[in-house]
């Protein structure tokens, strides 16, 4: 993952017609609804014979799961399932662990739920059973090694393939571009960290049959798919592999003592075929842990963060930090705003802050907690920390090494040394406490919720990845109490502390980076008031741009787990107005998924682009402030070609309708997007290329 600082120094990595809404009560997800009830009885093995424990004949192990059976072979892992319908389906084919197969398994003991055995070869401990109507395998390793396992996508059936990279993808497994390899933009011989790559941790597949002609699901509910969700995501991997033109997907889990990874476990839960249905599966098993968290207890909590409902999101630099900045905007129209700025030598002061208040916007500083340099000469004034934190506080490699810091420079900081000196020397406090002197009342926090978390081996702090991910969201915690608090790209484990995030809406393609570190082309860390890299324009190689932007492949799927528990932007280098090519498109995908928009502002900009801003947030406004605390319950593609979408939150509280394609459906015009709240006689139409600076943002 990657962060960048603002304060000069080198950075680098990181409408048509209405079909089916889904039903949400009174599960709340999209698998499908089926008795859990099997007329069967238990043969050839001890314990426990109830039909909810399923049956097992020879080495298949049948399970009662939602939507049908699923069936386990206990000598090999491969994992198929019966639908209610009839219909069969590989989950997985057989595991193959590292250094060979499986090896003979152990005898089967029934459970209550299911069964257990093991693989004596591999030192393998297996347990598989059914919660909440979805087949739970658990593996637990007593020796460091590796499995990979499962191997999905293998059925001939499968159509296309649900990856959560940033916002969402569903990839048709045949499509040319993605079968192809990283280099050109595709995925074919690329591997993802689970943990630290996706914004959620799962995957999906959806089946043949699953979507008509139109593109959406059936619209009878009768679809497949299968959902694969990895509670375990740290040690987990997905690499993907063309075969025969058709993607396929295989995990690996390394199990490591050391590393506290020596349990893992995937959940596979059938699905209607839809292309979010893996990620509502994963919101109904967030909420049944208690883990889902929730905007309006946020702005209970803290009513403060009301403010981040119709705000569109910006760094600001030069004149736009100051008081005179913040009242153009408000001049401009602007009735809602989240204004951030950098740790440099020119922060916004007390009386730009007060004027943002005034405003009903939110302010508040960037800052890190991750980044240490030698104070004598720190590039950035977030990494100088007084006493001995630097050094003394560097995450050490097995070797005794540091872990080299942000583009290079110093190190990586570690959480637990920070969490064991707290009490006593309240560095974090401090930090906090001089950051938002000038009375903000926001503030965000790079780093601390990405998936890149690490294992620290030095003498008196070691801790585990699991250990970091424990200790930053402590110490979220404690700052979202006080602040409206935002991170990067925020992974769902800190769902329940943050409020906003900059980074999950954007499904980066790994030659993003190839870009951004091209500092002719990109845009350097300079001029200190409105550095390149943020504000000069950008045309994207044609295979980034397909595997970004291209709307055809995008789908909700973050927003779907999580709306309505924060608010999700895009990456903050990826302001509006750097990709000119992309806007139309951008500002599509925010209003269909009720996401605000994110820029950087200076004087220049305030000038040249305030007015288009304007017309853009107010048409956002009412949309985001009567639905960004309700759930996203349904997307559709209303044509075959996808280039016409369609979304809907809460109970019907808003739809949203975004014509993609360069022809009208339905009376929308190509490029426009319709939105009608439940209260409206007539949608709200924003055709974005259409505006000018002072131009109107509405049309009813």
Not at 494 to 499: I, M
Not at 683 to 690: D, E, N, S, V, Y
């Amino acid at each position: 993952m990657t962060s960048f600082t603002f304060s000069g120094g080198v950075n680098s990595p990181t409408g048509g017609p209405r079909r089916r809404r889904f039903s949400r009560a009174p599960r709340t997800t999209r698998v499908l609804a089926a008795s859990l009830a099997l007329a069967s009885t238990a043969l050839g093995v001890t314990g426990c014979d109830s039909a909810a424990a399923g049956t097992l004949h020879g080495s298949k192990l049948e399970l009662p799961v939602a939507g049908g059976t699923a069936v386990v072979d206990t000598g090999t892992l491969a994992v198929s399932a019966r639908a209610g319908d009839g219909r069969r389906m590989v989950l997985s084919e057989a595991a193959a662990a590292a250094g060979g197969g499986l090896g003979k398994p152990g005898a089967v003991t029934r459970t209550a739920d299911g069964a257990r055995w093991s693989y004596p070869a591999k030192g393998l401990a297996v347990t598989a059973g059914v919660e909440h109507g979805r087949l739970r395998i658990r593996l637990r390793a007593e020796r460091d090694g590796s499995v990979s396992w499962p191997v999905t996508g293998t059925d001939r059936a499968s159509s296309s393939v649900q990856l959560p990279r940033g916002e969402g993808l569903d990839i048709p497994v045949r499509d040319a571009f993605w079968n192809a390899g990283a280099e050109k933009g595709g995925l074919a011989g690329s591997t993802v960290d689970v943990g630290a790559d996706l914004a959620l941790p799962l995957w999906g597949y959806a089946l043949d049959g699953s979507r008509d002609r139109s593109g959406g699901g059936k619209g009878d509910g009768q679809g497949h798919g299968v959902s694969y969700l990895v509670p375990t995501d740290i040690g987990t991997s997905l690499r993907f592999a063309s075969v025969g033109g058709r993607l396929r997907s295989t995990a690996t889990h390394a199990f490591d003592g050391g590393a506290g990874t020596r349990d893992y476990e995937v959940s596979f839960a059938l699905t209607d075929g839809d292309p979010v249905a893996p990620a509502d599966d994963y919101r109904a098993y967030l909420a049944q842990r208690g883990k889902l968290g929730s905007l309006q207890r946020k702005i209970r909590q803290n009513p403060a963060t009301a403010k981040l409902l119709g705000a569109f999101h910006a760094y600001v630099w030069g004149e736009a930090r100051t008081a005179a900045g913040v009242e153009t905007l408000k001049r401009l129209g602007v009735g809602r705003m989240w204004l951030g700025y950098d740790a440099g030598p020119h922060p916004m002061d007390a009386a730009a802050v007060r004027a943002a208040k005034k405003a009903g916007y939110l302010v508040g500083p960037y800052d890190t907690f991750a980044n240490g340099q030698d104070p004598k000469t720190a590039d950035s004034p977030t990494s100088a920390w007084p006493d001995r934190v630097y050094p003394d506080f560097c995450i050490r490699k097995a070797d005794g090494t540091p872990e080299t810091g942000f583009g290079g420079r110093g190190c990586y900081l570690s959480s637990r040394a920070f969490e064991k000196a707290e009490p006593t020397k309240h560095y974090l406090a401090d930090r906090t406490r001089t950051m938002t002197a000038n009375g903000a009342d926001s503030y965000f926090l790079d780093v601390d919720a990405t998936g890149e978390v690490f294992r620290d081996h030095a003498a008196g702090h070691e801790m585990t990845k699991a250990g970091d991910r424990a200790n930053r969201l402590a110490r979220m915690r404690r700052l979202s109490r006080d602040f409206v608090l935002g991170s990067e790209s925020a992974q769902p484990w800190a769902n329940e502390v943050l409020a906003y995030d900059h980074g999950s809406g954007t499904p980066v393609a790994d030659g993003l980076w190839a870009l951004e570190r091209d500092k002719p082309t990109w845009g350097n860390y300079y001029p200190e008031n409105a550095p390149k890299a943020f504000f000069k324009p950008v045309r994207l190689p044609a295979e980034v741009a397909k595997a970004m932007y291209d709307p055809k492949y995008r789908v909700p799927l973050y927003e779907t787990a999580l709306h309505g528990s924060l608010v999700n932007a895009e990456r903050w280098e990826l302001s509006y107005e750097k990709l000119p090519a992309q806007k139309t498109t951008r500002a599509l995908l925010a209003m269909l998924y009720n996401t605000p928009l994110n820029y950087v502002l200076d004087g220049r900009s305030l000038t040249e682009h305030g007015g288009e801003l304007a017309a853009l947030q107010r048409y956002f406004a009412p949309l985001h402030r009567a639905a960004g605390t309700e759930r996203m319950t349904s997307f559709r593609w209303l044509t075959g070609d996808r280039t016409v979408q369609r979304t809907v939150f809460g109970n019907g509280t808003l739809t949203v309708t975004a014509n993609f394609g360069g022809t009208a459906h339905d009376g929308l015009p190509g490029g426009c997007v319709d939105a009608k709240l439940r209260t409206d006689a007539q949608p709200r139409r924003l055709c974005p290329a259409q505006l000018t600076p002072a131009g109107p943002a509405t049309s009813k």
